[in-house]
Each structure stands twice: as structure tokens, then as C-alpha cells.
């Protein structure tokens, strides 16, 4: 089970997104279609790939890091973060192993 979720909002389009942090079970048990769910083209094609040529064996790769995956390109696309469902900011980013660039009060 994903151990939060992080609200994510790109300060120059208004789009908000949602990404759970941890283990994803949804891509465990659906392969390739929680990507395609939320509008992630390119992991969705890649998995998609990978489990046909693997017979869905890959899924029990993609199941521990898709959610890292997709905050990354969250973060490349320019979004930050707004808020956490649960706990806090700096533990999230620390079981990510990554920084997590927070909104700023004005925005």
C-alpha cells in the first residue's frame, strides 16, 4: 500500500495531480493500466511493452518503482508540491530519496 499521497499543482498551467508514494498495488494487480489512468503516455507504453515480452513478469518490477517514476516526470514537468494526505513532506521525500519541491505560500 502506498504510504501517502502528495497533491501536486504546476504553478503555471493550474493542473493538479495526485501521486501516492510507496508501493504501488494498483500497477501490481493492473499492469500497465493505472499509467494509462492518469495520463502517463510514456510508462504506459513502456509497461505495456515489457509485459508483453515478459508475459506481465515486469509488472513485479514496476510495482516498486512507478510511483517514483511518475513523481519524477511530475517534478520535470514543472510541478511542485502543494500538500500531503498524511504525515510529512521531508519523511516522503526521504523514502523517495529525493527532494520534492514544495509550492510557495503566495502561489
Not at 21 to 30: E, Y
Not at 38 to 55: E, N, S, V
Request: aromatic residues 18%.
Amino acid at each position: 500500500m502506498a504510504y501517502t499521497s502528495i497533491i501536486f499543482k504546476n504553478s503555471r498551467t493550474g493542473a493538479m495531480k495526485e501521486a501516492p508514494v510507496g508501493f504501488s498495488w494498483t500497477t501490481f494487480f493492473f499492469g500497465f493500466f493505472p499509467a494509462l489512468f492518469r495520463g502517463d503516455w510514456k510508462f504506459a507504453a513502456i509497461q505495456f511493452l515489457l509485459q508483453m515480452l515478459t508475459m506481465g513478469l515486469s509488472s513485479l518490477v514496476f510495482c516498486f518503482i512507478y510511483n517514483k517514476l511518475y513523481i519524477k516526470d511530475l517534478i520535470g514537468a514543472g510541478f511542485q508540491a502543494q500538500s500531503i494526505s498524511k504525515g510529512d513532506m521531508d519523511y516522503a521525500a526521504a523514502k523517495l530519496g529525493m527532494q520534492i519541491p514544495a509550492l510557495s505560500a503566495a502561489a
